[in-house]
Structures are given as C-alpha cells and as structure tokens.
C-alpha cells in the first residue's frame, strides 16, 4: 500500500485547509484510517481515526474543527481542517492498517501563522 498525502501549506490563525491522502496498491482489509501529526520538537500525536464501517474519533484538541472523511470510489482520505490555529502547525501524516500493520505516507506541512 503506498500513500501519498498532499494539501498542506501556509495559512493565517482561522483558516482552513483540507489535506488528501491517496492510496495505491493492494487495499483490501484496510480497516482502519488515521491522521497523525507531529509538531517539531514534540512527539507524534493521532488527530482523527475512520473506520471501514466510518466510525470517526478525534482527539480532544480538533474536535469541532477538524473532519475526517474517505471517497472509497477515488480511494483517498480527507482531513478538513478550520478554525486553524498556530498549534496545528505540524507534519501531517496519513496511516492504513490492516491486520495491525500500518502503512505511511510521506507527511505534508501545515504551516499556520498569528
């Protein structure tokens, strides 16, 4: 499975921003569909999961801002993100997983300014 996130950028303090993940390769039995994020300095954090069946959780610090959604028939993944504030500046990566291996796409940058 290879996956490629983009849709990241500069942005000023509430703005909006949606980031793409598309998969390629074999994805059958992908289950499980997360967004991570990882801030310089600090460690990774999960920001949203989506199940197959499109059970959604999100951590408590992008709840009611963030949204994560999957287009089965384009085999992408979405993230939107508004209210955008300078603490989501990070890397954003998207991961799959099936049967408890995880797969990674390279990350893209959320840049956002004051």
């Known amino acids: 499975v290879q996956l490629q996130a983009s849709g990241g950028g500069l942005v000023q303090a509430g703005g909006s921003l949606r980031l793409s993940c598309v998969a390629s390769?074999?994805?059958?039995?992908?289950?499980?569909w997360r967004w991570y994020r990882q801030a310089p300095g600090k460690q990774r954090e999960l920001v949203a999961t989506?199940?197959?069946?499109?059970?959604?959780n999100y951590a408590d610090s992008v709840k009611g801002r963030f949204t994560i959604s999957r287009d089965n028939a384009k085999n992408t993944l979405y993230l939107q993100m508004n209210s955008l504030q300078p603490e989501d500046t990070a890397v954003y990566h998207c991961?799959?997983?099936?049967?408890?291996?995880?797969?990674w796409g390279q990350g893209t940058l959320v840049t956002v300014s004051s």
């Open positions: 390769g074999s994805i059958f039995g992908i289950n499980v």
């Open positions: 989506i199940t197959s069946g499109s059970n959604t």
């Open positions: 991961n799959a997983v099936r049967n408890l291996f995880g797969y």
